[in-house]
């Protein structure tokens, strides 16, 4: 069966971009990271193999700071990859971001950079996702694979910044032919209000807090 995501344009050219994956535990949003990144020879930041790394010990249960922490350090590795690579899509993986400091913090950390924020929400029934659950025990997945606290101890909160919502019960190949289509969409959309005038002074190195604006400024 051909392709059917060969016939969408894949986002390149000079055009910087952070693609976040949000969603619930279990709504695929590490399956449809992992196809962007391909697809767009992007950077996969994935806050859970960062966190197997920091906090080796943890068994998937860590807390909310050390998860914060985790994801500090995939927001300062995007700084860098922005400024080593000027065209850079990044792609974010790994936290929910149902709560909205969370996000908010992704819209300032963004705007600090003068990058795109693409926030594509992945969503299932709660049927499929327990089913998906028992197929990862069957497969005895590492445990950290499982969702941890920042997951799934507190009430989601709705998503209410500019995002695409993507139903993960659709065939693979449509999931991520939408998902590149939205971003194709956006990066045009960017691209437009760059070419009247807008511009961007290119990203300097982060010293400070992105989830916490002023906390551990360098003097």
């Known amino acids: 069966m051909k392709d059917p995501t060969k016939k969408t344009l894949v986002v390149q050219g000079e055009q910087q971009m952070i693609v976040v994956l949000a969603g619930l535990p ?3 949003k590490s399956t449809i990271a992992r196809q962007l990144a391909g697809k767009l020879d992007a950077v996969l930041l994935d806050k859970l193999a960062l966190r197997e790394c920091l906090f080796p010990a943890s068994h998937g249960r860590v807390s909310r700071e050390q998860n914060d922490y985790v994801l500090e350090i995939a927001l300062h590795a ?25 996000v908010r913090a ?47 101890d507190e009430a989601p909160e709705a998503i209410t910044e500019p995002k695409f919502v993507l139903d993960t019960t659709l065939p693979p190949w449509r999931c991520l032919s939408l998902a590149l289509r939205f971003l194709e969409q956006n990066q045009a ?14 990203p300097t190195r982060a010293r ?12």
């Open 26 to 28: 279990l709504t695929g």
């Open 78 to 102: 995007a700084v860098w990859h922005f400024e080593t690579a000027p065209g850079r899509v990044v792609v974010l993986d790994g936290r929910p971001f149902t709560r909205a400091s969370d």
């Open 208 to 219: 400070t807090s992105h989830l916490n604006p002023g906390a551990g400024a360098t003097k």
């Open 106 to 152: 992704l819209r300032r950390f963004a705007s600090g950079l003068g990058q795109p924020l693409q926030i594509i929400e992945c969503v299932c029934p709660e049927d499929v996702a327990t089913e998906r659950l028992m197929a990862r025990h069957r497969r005895q997945t590492s445990p950290t694979a499982d969702p941890g606290p920042d997951q799934c």
């Open 189 to 202: 959309t960017v691209q437009a209000g760059q070419d009247q005038g807008s511009h961007c002074e290119p």
